[in-house]
């Protein structure tokens, strides 16, 4: 299936103004008031429910193996959650998920 380019435009234009006016949302139309609570709190929980959903396909159905799990993954992911539990450091975290996909790949 082929799409002209102006298909292409008009796609990207109507992504472009509707990404503009989510953000706009939030920081024209509120900008200077005061979040209320309630949102405050619901926002504190953003990164975390946006990573998993980023992560979670990579680990369980990486393309680079057709949609199978790969063992090596598992371990990283295993790692990086049981690190980042422990020590509740972020970047300890990703370096030990790092260090162990890397360890993963060699001996696997």
Known sequence: MTHSATDVWIVILVLGAGT????????????????????????????????????APMVLWPAANGGRPDPARLIAAA??????????????????GAVALGLGSWLI
């Open 79 to 96: 790692a990086t959650l049981a690190v980042g539990l422990f020590t509740r450091n972020t970047l300890a975290a990703i370096v030990a």
């Open 20 to 55: 503009f006016l989510i953000r706009w949302s939030f920081l024209g139309a509120v900008g200077g008031r005061a979040v209320p609570l309630w949102a405050e709190r619901l926002l504190r929980y953003t990164a975390v429910a946006v990573l998993p959903a980023l992560i």
